[in-house]
């Protein structure tokens, strides 16, 4: 019987063990796949649309940098034109134009399967914003649709990767796949979208590790779904009381109190990385290593599968009750890594402590005055 | 040690039904049919290649002609028993292929259910444009991404899990074929399966009846709600006619609204913290 109970153990494990989430997705063609036959194209940019100062050719400018750290060494080069853009005129370009969905790719490929053509066409009826500050997001309580996340979407057609529902992902719903620490939100290309332009474009040198508060949830249709991560109780798994404050969750946490932190971990470039991880309590939504170290672990991640995991940390039984902080992560927290980015190795959950009978200890501080050692005056001269 | 056993095997079971659904896009089939000029199931008989005519600075552009025998009506007035629709996106005459990003494919052969809006005028016809075509492989739905179609406890209508069937993963553009390439990792998600989704355990993959009744059903309550909204006449388009692309109209956006960054007060600690990391490109590995 113990035989019998074990190989259904295993079997249960295995079934866990086993499962798969699905990856990037591209298009077969012959015995390849629908790409570019070099890893440098120029985007034409019509400065009808993205004219000399304006924030969307900020914006565009980002979008594409972002686009371009992708761990294949893909590269677009913009290049600004006053020619109008059309479909099928044999540029690849980008424009601002009237259309249903907030963006449109339109790619062309001939009978070897290599890309000719790609125009992105970004609607012009959708409120966007293409600020990088948090507060013009909608996500952190904003009005505006993250320009730089829906065209970043577009650009990973624009180089042959198609719509993914199973990972979190820009090629799913992208204005939810972005980082965030301070009052920052940049978008950025990910991991599993990287890992597809290594796999239409080969490898190159280039290293990058990333946390974000996003994960995946789900899928509408073609689109993976994402969703904060969670502060959760370590003991039941469930997620802890919180209020919303700008769209954000803020989770009621007592002083002392072990905690479930829920990140996402994400190797956007090359190699396997094996790097600490250090947990942080803020007084600000800015996480750095200056911020007080609650926690250390080592984490390795392969640059393929995008990483939600928790780990547990101790609120400090020394904060102030009733207060707002911030619980967050660094990754490679020594530096010791050159990356592409090292401003996407942070980010944060906030908290607030809760007031409960030991906020009314009092702890007397007593402001301690260095002695001073009397000296000679011939010494004093010196 | 039945009682162990049993929890085992339960385990297991809510193991292997969690990972049986892992989606959560919802289909309202009730504003679908709102929006719809005709909703039809039916077989692809033809699926043609015409490319536009060049107007203006407007190139020839390469389009897709899908016609339909029409099996089943259940939305709309139709006159002939086929019905064809224009997509932007096709084969040239040199053998070059255009696609748009969300444009649904389709083979001679398939079996669809269509919910259709602007034929003709519109560059993807579909209600939502792939979201607005139903598969139908061996009596049960899919979407166009080869996801199943299921009913949640609830009765809500979402998207599945993604089948790794042949017929729903490959498409053909003239006699070349293609597919959709779903590349696979395995997951190691840290706490064991994190990212699953249990809100849909119970759900069931729908069969053609079984959708066929909730269609009917959401489009009667549609009429009922908002009778002079489903009036509109779908029409067929003739693959044989010249017809011309709409032309691009690039334009310029206003700037957005300035940024509002509230003022939080901060300790001079806090100050020097920001500064840092501004100074250093937001690196937050502070020395």
């Known amino acids: 019987m113990n035989k019998y109970l074990a190989a259904i153990s295993i079997f249960s494990a295995l079934a866990i063990m086993t499962g798969h989430v699905n990856a990037y997705t591209t298009t077969a063609c012959g015995g390849g796949d629908v790409k570019w036959s070099s890893k440098t194209r120029t985007l034409y940019a019509y400065t009808g649309s993205f004219p000399s100062g304006s924030s969307y050719r900020t914006a565009l400018i980002d979008a594409v940098n972002r686009l371009n750290e992708n761990a294949a060494g893909f590269t677009f080069n913009i290049v600004y034109t006053n020619t109008v853009p059309s479909l099928g005129n044999g540029r690849s370009e980008v424009w601002i134009e009237n259309i249903s969905p907030p963006g449109v790719t339109n790619y062309w490929w001939n009978g070897s399967c290599n890309m000719t053509e790609a125009d992105i066409r970004m609607d012009s009826s959708v409120t966007w914003t293409t600020s990088t500050l948090k507060t013009a997001n909608w996500n952190y309580g904003g009005a505006g649709r993250p320009f730089q996340t829906t065209l970043l979407h577009e650009l990973g057609h624009a180089i042959g990767l198609g719509h993914e529902a199973d990972e979190y992902n820009i090629m799913g719903q992208d204005w939810d796949h972005i980082h965030t620490n301070g009052s920052t939100a940049r978008a950025y290309f990910g991991e599993d979208a990287s890992d597809g332009s290594v796999y239409l474009y080969g490898a190159s040198s280039d290293q990058d590790l990333g946390i974000v508060h996003w994960k995946w949830t789900g899928s509408s249709g073609a689109y993976s779904t994402h969703g904060r991560t969670r502060l959760l109780d370590p003991s039941t798994n469930i997620e802890l009381p919180y209020d919303l404050v700008n769209e954000e969750r803020r989770y009621k946490v007592d002083r002392g109190q072990t905690v479930k932190v829920e990140l996402t971990y994400e190797n956007n470039g090359n190699n396997y990385q094996y790097q600490d991880v250090g947990y942080y309590v803020s007084t600000n939504d800015y996480i750095s290593t200056w911020d007080t170290l609650l926690a250390t672990r080592n984490l390795g991640l392969s640059p393929d599968n995008v990483y939600t995991s928790s780990y547990n940390v101790t609120i400090p039984g020394d904060l102030s009750c009733s207060t707002n902080y911030w619980l967050g992560a660094v990754i490679d927290k020594d530096g010791s890594l050159s990356e592409n980015n090292e401003w996407n190795n942070a980010s944060y959950i906030p908290i607030r402590t809760n007031w409960n009978w030991s906020c009314l200890v009092f702890v007397p501080v007593i402001p301690l005055t260095p002695l001073t050692p009397i000296v000679t005056s011939s010494l004093a001269t010196q | ?287």
Do not use: W
């Open chain 2, 1 to 287: 040690m039945k009682k162990k056993l049993f929890l085992v095997m339960a385990g297991t079971l809510l193991a292997l039904q969690a990972h049986a659904y892992q989606f959560s896009g919802k289909y309202d089939i009730g504003k679908m049919s709102e929006e719809a000029n005709l909703v039809f199931r039916g077989t692809v008989i033809a699926v043609d290649y015409r490319s536009s005519r060049a107007k203006g600075q407007q190139r020839p552009l390469p389009h897709t002609f899908v016609t339909f025998q029409v099996e089943d009506v259940l939305h709309g007035d139709l006159k002939s028993n086929q019905f064809t629709l224009r997509f932007l996106g096709g084969k040239t005459k040199k053998g070059e292929i255009m696609m748009t990003s969300a444009q649904p494919k389709f083979d001679v052969g398939d079996q669809d259910l269509v919910f259709v809006k602007g034929n003709g005028i519109s560059e993807c016809p579909l209600v939502g444009c792939s979201q607005g075509r139903f598969r139908i492989l061996n009596g049960l739905l899919y979407n166009e991404d080869g996801q199943q179609i299921v009913q949640d406890e609830k009765g809500a209508i979402k998207s599945g899990k993604t089948e790794a069937l042949e017929a729903l993963n490959s498409f053909h553009i003239g006699k070349q074929r293609f597919s959709r390439l779903h590349h696979k990792e395995r997951s190691k998600d840290g706490n064991g399966y994190e990212i699953r989704r249990d809100d849909l355990v119970g759900a069931y993959h729908l069969d053609e009846g079984s959708f066929t009744g909730l269609v009917r059903s959401n489009i009667t309550k549609a009429l009922q709600k908002a009778p002079q909204s489903m009036r509109e006449v779908a029409r067929s388009v003739d693959k044989n006619r010249p017809f011309s692309a709409v032309q691009s109209k690039p334009v310029a956006l206003p700037e957005p609204e300035a940024d509002f960054d509230p003022a939080v007060e901060m300790s001079e600690e806090e100050l020097n913290e920001v500064k840092a990391m501004e100074k250093s490109g937001g690196n937050p590995v502070l020395k």
